[in-house]
C-alpha cells in the first residue's frame, strides 16, 4: 500500500457546554477546544484514536494547512497505509487546555473582563487537560477508544486516559515519558520559566498588544530544546565545528554550529507559540504525578486500568529515560495489565520519538496486529431477558435498531440469541415466546480471542455478528462483520470468504 498524506485539512473547534471544573479548585467557563480528525469513523464508533500532543505541539498532527511550509508534527506516521492508517482507523488530535493554538488558553480572550486571561488563567493539570479531551470525545459521540497513544508529554496523557478512564481506554500507546516528573525534570523547567519571567517585556504576563518576551522564550526553549537532544547526536550532528569561520573569534559572538542551531530553534519557536502558554504547559508537567505525590505507590495508582498497553522508551533518552519506562512496566505488569515494552535505539535523544518513524512504526504495527476482540467490540449491547415477548424483541431491535439480540438470564449469562430474521419467521409461525424462536446453540467469541478467530468463526458458520462471552459466561459485548473489515487489510478478508 503506498503511504501518503491526508492532503489538506482543517482545524475544528467545539465549545464546551458547561464549565470545565479543575484540579486545583479553580474553574473554566467559554472553553473552546481545537481540533483535528482524519480518517472515517466507522458505524459503530470503534476505530477512534486519540493523539495526544507533547509540550510544544499541537492539534494539527498530520497533512497539510493552505499555505504551510510542512505537513503536521507526526505527518510521518499518521496517513493512509502508515501505522496510523486513516484508511482503517479515525484519528482524533486535540489542542491541550492552556495551549495557544486555537484551545483556550492564557492567550484567549476572559469573558468576564474581554481582555486576555494572561496570568488569571487558571493553574491546569495533565489530568485536567485529559478531563477536556473526555468532553470532545463525548461530544463526538465515542464511547470508547480504540486506541490513545502520545509521546513525551503526550505519553503522560495517555496514562492518565488510562488511570482516570479504565472503562473508554481498549488499548494506550506511551512513548517517551514518565510516570511522574522527576526533580532534574522539574529543575530544567523552572530554568526556562525563570528565563521568560525575567524578560522585561514580559510585563507579568501582560504582554499582549505590547511586545512580547521573545528573548526570555527563545532562551526557554534553548534550554528546553537541549534535554531533547543526546550528547552522541550533537556530536553527529555539530562536533566542535565552528559557524561561517576559520577561527575562534575570542568574544561572546556565536563561534560554533551547535550554538547557531540552538539560536535558530529559539528565535523560530517565538514566531509560533505563547510564552504564557510555556509557564502553564511546563508546571502541568512539573504537577504531573501519578503517585499523588507519594501517598500511593504505582502499581496502586494503576489497579483499575483495563487496557492492553504498549511503553516505549529511547535508549539515548536522558529527559525521560528507559528506567522510567520500564518503572511503568513493572506497576502494570503487578496488576496484571497486558502489557508490552520496546526500546528504540537511536542516536537521537528524546526526540527519537519525533524522528525514528521507521522504528516506531514497526513497533507499533506489531502491537495493533495482535488486535484482540475486547480491542474493537461494542460494549454496552442491547441484551433481552429469556422471559421476554417476542413483541418486546422486536421493540427493542427496532429502538436500538440492531438485528441480533442476545438473549440472557436473570445474572446476564448467555442463553441464546435471536435475529431479525427470528422475528419475521414467528410472525409468519405465530410464535408468542422467545424460547420457540431463539438460537441455543450461540456461536460466541471471549473478549481476548484474537481477532481473527472471530473472523474465521464468522466465515465458518456464516453470520454476522458473535456475542463476546467471558469465561463465567456473562454477555460483554458484540461483535460483527463490520468490525472486522475495518480493522482487518481488505485483500485478507476478502481472500478467505
Not at 535508549?315 to 497486558?338: F, Q
Request: charged fraction near 20%; proline fraction near 3%; aromatic fraction near 10%.
Amino acid at each position: 500500500m503506498k503511504k501518503e498524506s491526508v492532503g489538506v485539512v482543517e482545524t475544528k473547534y467545539y465549545n464546551l457546554s458547561d464549565e470545565l471544573i479543575l484540579e486545583g479548585g479553580d474553574s473554566l467557563k467559554d472553553v473552546t477546544i481545537a481540533y483535528e480528525t482524519y480518517g472515517t469513523l466507522n458505524k459503530q464508533k470503534s476505530n477512534a484514536i486519540l493523539v495526544c500532543h507533547a509540550l510544544s505541539g499541537d492539534a494539527h498532527v498530520a497533512g497539510w494547512h493552505d499555505g504551510d511550509g510542512k505537513p503536521g508534527w507526526w505527518d510521518t506516521v499518521i496517513g493512509p497505509g502508515k501505522c496510523l492508517d486513516t484508511e482503517r482507523y479515525f484519528i482524533i488530535c486535540s489542542n491541550v487546555i492552556g495551549g495557544c493554538k486555537g484551545s483556550t488558553g492564557p492567550s484567549s480572550t476572559n469573558p468576564e473582563t474581554g481582555k486576555p486571561y494572561a496570568l488569571n488563567f487558571p493553574i491546569i493539570t495533565i489530568k485536567d487537560m485529559v478531563i477536556a479531551q473526555k468532553k470532545l470525545i463525548d461530544h463526538l459521540k465515542i464511547k470508547q477508544l480504540f486506541s490513545v497513544v502520545g509521546g513525551s508529554m503526550g505519553g503522560m496523557q495517555v496514562l492518565q486516559w488510562c488511570v482516570t478512564y479504565p472503562d473508554m481506554v481498549r488499548s494506550a500507546i506511551s512513548i517517551a515519558t514518565t510516570s511522574y516528573s522527576s526533580p532534574q525534570q522539574i529543575a530544567f523547567n523552572e530554568v526556562g520559566r525563570r528565563a521568560i519571567i525575567s524578560d522585561p517585556n514580559w510585563a507579568c504576563g501582560e504582554y499582549y498588544g505590547g511586545k512580547f518576551p521573545d528573548s526570555g522564550l527563545s532562551l526557554a526553549r534553548m534550554i528546553g530544546h537541549i534535554t531533547y537532544l543526546s550528547n552522541e547526536s550533537m556530536y553527529e550532528k555539530f562536533g566542535r565545528r565552528l559557524q561561517d569561520k576559520e577561527e575562534y573569534s575570542f568574544d561572546f559572538s556565536t563561534d560554533f554550529e551547535v550554538e547557531s542551531y540552538l539560536h535558530y530553534q529559539g528565535d523560530t519557536f517565538t514566531k509560533r507559540f505563547d510564552a504564557n502558554s510555556y509557564l502553564y504547559i511546563s508546571k502541568a508537567i512539573d504537577y504531573f504525578d501519578l503517585t499523588e505525590n507519594g501517598t500511593i505507590s504505582l502499581s496502586e495508582a494503576f489497579k483499575d486500568i483495563k487496557s492492553r498497553i504498549l511503553v516505549i522508551s529511547v535508549d539515548s533518552d536522558w529527559l525521560y529515560t528507559p528506567g522510567e519506562s520500564k518503572e511503568i512496566v513493572m506497576a502494570l505488569t503487578a496488576n496484571e495489565v497486558d502489557v508490552s515494552y520496546s526500546e528504540i535505539k537511536s542516536s537521537y535523544g528524546h526526540d527519537a520519538f519525533l524522528l525514528e518513524a521507521g522504528q516506531l512504526s514497526y513497533i507499533i504495527n506489531g502491537f495493533f496486529s495482535e488486535t484482540l476482540v475486547v480491542d474493537v467490540m461494542t460494549i454496552n449491547v442491547a441484551t433481552i431477558k429469556e422471559n421476554s415477548s417476542i413483541e418486546e424483541a422486536a421493540r427493542l431491535m427496532l429502538d436500538e435498531r440492531v438485528t441480533h439480540l442476545p438473549v440472557v438470564s436473570e445474572d446476564h449469562r448467555m442463553m441464546g440469541i435471536v435475529t431479525a430474521w427470528d422475528i419475521s419467521k414467528a410472525v409468519a409461525l405465530k410464535c408468542v415466546k422467545l424460547e420457540q424462536i431463539m438460537t441455543q446453540d450461540v456461536i460466541t467469541a471471549l473478549p481476548q480471542d484474537p481477532i481473527e478467530l472471530a473472523a474465521r468463526k464468522m466465515r465458518k458458520y456464516n453470520i454476522s455478528s458473535l456475542p463476546v462471552v467471558n469465561d463465567q459466561g456473562l454477555v460483554m459485548g458484540l461483535i460483527t462483520t463490520d468490525h472486522i473489515s475495518t480493522l482487518i487489510a481488505g485483500d485478507n478478508f476478502k481472500g478467505n470468504n
